[in-house]
């Protein structure tokens, strides 16, 4: 795979776990309830377990980070690389299970938690694609990238594509959030 790709993918699933992490710094309380909610932590470990997911989300962050920064100079990133991008595939697939089990169960009315404290996500099928989707670019994140050096086109297209990617993303998050609400008007246009 391509460095520029690779790093694409490294930097863009840094920020998705760098934010999530802030959200949860930013109301742990409510972290915790949406936790509590999931009913697949013992209530005797859901404080802890709050601060280390954000702790977890916070050192993969910054080891998808680094590893990136470290390709973009040159160096060799591999062993960080494949790290950062299994913690990160793990993690996001222990997301993933973790709504799908909760739909199982019918329990659709819970938020996922991944909006932060000013959006509430519904859970529903199309959470579990999208952390489907995350998980496939966090192994992909964690192959070694060849060696080349890279020009400052490289480098400007790295950056164009990660904010096209961070947008895109921001456009799919607000039409999943967005989804309950306009099933709610279609079905109060046709009563």
């Known amino acids: 795979m391509d460095p520029v790709v690779s790093n694409v993918l490294r930097l863009t699933l840094a920020w998705v776990l760098a ?30 377990s709050v601060v280390a997911l954000t702790a977890l989300e916070t050192a993969l ?42 739909l199982l169960r019918g329990r659709r009315d819970l938020d996922c938690g991944c909006g932060g404290p000013a959006r509430h996500h519904s859970l529903g099928p199309a959470l579990v694609v999208r952390n489907a989707v995350l998980v496939t670019a966090a192994l992909a994140a964690a192959l070694p990238a060849p060696s080349r050096p890279l020009t400052k086109l490289d480098l400007a297209t790295t950056a164009l594509a990660v904010l096209a990617t961070i947008l895109l993303r921001a456009a799919i998050e607000h039409l999943l959030a967005n989804a309950p609400e306009s099933a709610r008007l279609r079905a109060e246009t046709r009563a």
Do not use: C, H, W
Not at 19 to 47: C, H, N, W
Not at 73 to 83: F, H, Q, S, W, Y
């Open 61 to 102: 962050a910054a080891a998808l980070l680094s590893s990136a920064f470290v390709s973009m100079l040159g160096g060799e990133e591999a062993g960080l690389a494949l790290v950062a991008g299994l913690g990160s595939a793990a993690l996001l697939g222990l997301y993933g299970a973790a709504i799908a089990v909760n």
């Open 19 to 48: 934010e999530s992490a802030i959200d949860k710094l930013r109301d742990r309380q409510g972290f915790l309830r949406t936790l509590a909610a999931y009913q697949l932590v013992p209530g005797s470990f859901l404080s802890a």
